[in-house]
Nanobody, 126 residues
Framework: VQLQASGGGLVQAGDSLRLSCAAS????????WGWFRQTPEKEREFVAY??????????AVADSVKGRFSITRDNAENTMYLQMNSLKPEDSAIYFC??????????????????WGQGTLVTVSS
């Protein structure tokens, strides 16, 4: 399984970006896919996750991005998206997509994800 993240860039505060994460290889949609971000000053932090449970979709975003970011997934395309609106300078980070290969505890911890994309840089200028 390989994950390929894309869509980062340099934008101004208030702008929007949409990150994509394309998966090659089989990934079960019942396991969590997630977005995390990291800066040199901080440990990798949770941004959002999504997974299917039966006919329902479960998802959540971090409090720091609630109301501005949303996560979706196209199972047919095996691609996950992170729509980021009203971007702030503090959103600047390298964004990583990740996926679990099993039910592995909290979906909010990066330690519980098995597959990782290479990261895409988001820079928000003030």
């Amino acid at each position: 399984v390989q994950l390929q993240a894309s869509g980062g860039g340099l934008v101004q505060a208030g702008d929007s970006l949409r990150l994509s994460c394309a998966a090659s290889g089989g990934l079960y949609s019942g396991f969590a896919w997630g977005w995390f971000r990291q800066t040199p000053e901080k440990e990798r932090e949770f941004v959002a996750y999504i997974r299917r449970s039966g006919e329902s979709i479960h998802s959540a975003v971090a409090d720091s991005v609630k109301g501005r970011f949303s996560i979706t997934r196209d199972n047919a395309e095996n691609t996950m998206y992170l729509q980021m609106n009203s971007l702030k300078p503090e959103d600047s980070a390298i964004y990583f997509c990740a996926a679990q290969s099993r039910y592995a505890g909290s979906v909010y911890s990066h330690h519980n994800y098995d597959y990782w994309g290479q990261g895409t840089l988001v820079t928000v200028s003030s």
